[in-house]
């Protein structure tokens, strides 16, 4: 059984910056995806950004809110994956969860093929 936690929540005013972190638990394959979710209230999830575990692969995927502010990267010896949140808007406001999947592919678009979740921590961007 794979457990995932999420840490580095919190306020923000609009502009600045979070790092997000998601620590791993038990076996994940070297061919899943790590990735990061997020939900705002009354709006479903939505993909963020995921990441290939394979070390050999420097594949991200990006949903478009987060392209050019936010960057994903792992580190496979801390089963570890970072979500670098820069130039932060109020619409960022939401709960972040850390997710597990077989493969990144459309991954992003379908929330519901995760295989694991984390908690979720929550982010709040002030005006």
């Known amino acids: 059984q794979v457990q995932l936690v999420e840490s580095g929540g919190g306020s923000v005013q609009a502009g600045g910056s979070l790092r997000l972190s998601c620590t791993a638990s038990g076996y994940i394959a070297s061919s899943a995806c790590m990735g990061w979710f997020r939900q705002a209230p009354g709006k479903e999830r939505e993909g963020v950004a995921a990441?290939?575990?394979?070390?050999?692969?420097?594949?991200?995927y990006y949903g478009d809110s987060a392209k050019g502010r936010f960057t994903i990267s792992r580190d496979n010896a801390k089963n570890t994956v970072y979500l670098q949140m820069n130039s932060l808007k109020p619409e960022d406001t939401a709960i972040y969860y850390c997710?597990?999947?077989?493969?990144?592919?459309?991954?992003?678009?379908?929330?519901?093929?995760?295989?694991?979740w984390g908690q979720g921590t929550q982010v709040t961007v002030s005006s």
């Open positions: 997710a597990v999947n077989q493969a990144c592919g459309q991954w992003l678009l379908h929330p519901q093929w995760s295989e694991y």
């Open positions: 990441i290939k575990r394979d070390p050999d692969s420097g594949s991200t």
